[in-house]
């Protein structure tokens, strides 16, 4: 599987979160604080996801330097 599906699976399953905090029957103060904790949660999967890409981006670039 690419990189691309599992990117796309991570972005789907971050919108499918929000979609159902927000049509979930609760109060608005229990609701705020769902989003605020997803949007915590995202967050760290972001910067996790950026983190790689960027490694691997750093190898690629070394790859290609080394090869000229």
């Known amino acids: 599987m690419s990189k691309g599906f599992w990117i796309g699976l991570l972005v789907g399953g971050l ?3 929000g979609v159902g905090i927000f049509l979930a029957p609760a109060p608005g103060p229990e ?5 605020s904790e ?15 890409v ?3 981006a750093v190898k690629a670039v070394t790859s290609i330097r080394q090869a000229i």
């Open 38 to 52: 997803v949007a915590r949660s995202a967050g760290g999967r972001v910067t996790g996801l950026a983190t790689s």
């Open 15 to 17: 919108v499918g979160a």
């Open 54 to 56: 960027q490694g691997t």
């Open 31 to 35: 609701s705020r604080r769902k989003v």
